[in-house]
């Protein structure tokens, strides 16, 4: 059974997950250059555990093919969705039962299409798909904040080539996470406005780091960049959960999404890269000391391309070094041609 346990000293907290090394990592690469043996081919359905969500085709089965994009329970999940939430300290030591969910969204029955290569309509059944599923999971009172994630490339840590992403729910919220809240909810106490629609109107009258725009969201490289061609889509609406895009915005999404990682491959070449969907918590206690949550954050995606390897100074101090400007990246990906 996976276990939480809290570094008393950064508040960070780690997952103990002993069956993840039953993972098929070691055969990602038999898996790409044959994708019939993938668990996430059309045709395998038997591959994996039972859908809990699918768009399909008329008269299409469950659990079979004719689906469009599918998810299921993780074969090798980070937390168990089984057992009660239970807190169990040592001493000075934080201990947590390892309850949450861990779902894969397969986001294509073409095992090497990838999202921005699919047409606008692919990308927003990937993103409904994300909205379905966090809706249902934020019912279930165990589970604190949803994490959507995706891993593309062997540099970010994908052990498929299949497109994919997964879902985490989580029974704390993340430090990082609290971290983003707190300094919201600080910049609101002292400018009485938004952190967020700040830096949106100054991205917007700066127009250096705008990568992209349309009715509902802006792409943009953050003004403090972590790495080269890093990208931030942020909406326009200020709104903290992704749950509460409605169908016409989130085509505008999808739309932005698709530009983003379309340009940012065609910039650096096909990079691996992380995207993360950051949406406020889905419930809070007392302790996480955050009553204005829903007025002072905006769910966003970060894109941060991995062409580069993190090490000690890094990793000691938090500081991040980038050789390349965020206005020198944007000025390159606002002009690089796609094909389109």
Not at 97 to 124: C, F, S
Not at 186 to 208: C, G, N, P, T, V
Not at 247 to 267: C, F, G, I, P, Y
Request: with cysteine.
């Amino acid at each position: 059974m996976p276990e939480l346990r809290k570094d008393p000293v950064s508040g960070r907290w780690v997952i103990f997950s002993p069956e993840r090394r039953r993972r098929p990592t070691d055969f990602k690469f038999v898996m790409e250059e044959n994708t019939a043996l993938s668990p996430f081919a059309y045709g395998n359905e038997h591959m994996t555990p039972p859908e809990v969500y699918a768009v399909r085709e008329e008269e299409s089965l469950p659990n079979g093919p004719g689906w469009l994009v599918r998810v299921v329970p993780n074969r090798f999940p980070a937390l168990k969705i089984e057992g009660d939430l239970h807190c169990d300290p040592h001493g000075v030591y934080d201990r947590l039962g390892g309850v949450g969910a861990h779902e894969v969204v397969i986001e294509t029955p073409e095992p090497r299409l990838q999202l921005e290569d699919q047409p606008l309509g692919g990308v927003h059944r990937v993103l409904e798909a994300y909205k379905a599923r966090m809706a249902d999971l934020s019912h279930d009172h165990r589970f604190h904040y949803l994490l959507v994630f995706k891993n593309h490339g062997p540099l970010a840590g994908a052990s498929l080539q299949h497109a994919h992403s997964q879902i985490v729910a989580l029974p704390v919220v993340p430090e990082m996470v609290f971290q983003q809240l707190t300094m919201a909810q600080r910049y609101a106490e002292f400018r009485e406005r938004s952190l967020f629609e700040d830096i949106l109107h100054q991205e917007l009258k700066d127009r250096e780091r705008v990568v992209y725009e349309n009715s509902a969201c802006v792409v943009l490289c953050p003004y403090a960049s972590r790495v080269p061609f890093e990208l931030m889509i942020l909406p326009k609406k200020n709104e903290p959960y992704f749950t509460s895009v409605d169908s016409h915005e989130m085509l505008q999404v999808a739309d932005a999404l698709k530009t983003a990682l379309s340009r940012l491959r065609h910039s650096l070449d096909n990079p691996s890269y992380n995207l993360v969907l950051r949406s406020a918590p889905v419930r809070t206690t007392a302790r996480d000391r955050l009553a204005h949550v829903h007025e002072d954050y905006r769910w966003h995606i970060e894109i941060m391309p991995r062409i580069g390897q993190f090490a000690g100074f890094e990793m000691g101090t938090g500081f991040y070094i980038n050789s390349v400007l965020p206005e020198d990246a944007a000025r390159h990906m606002r002009t690089v041609h796609t094909g389109e």
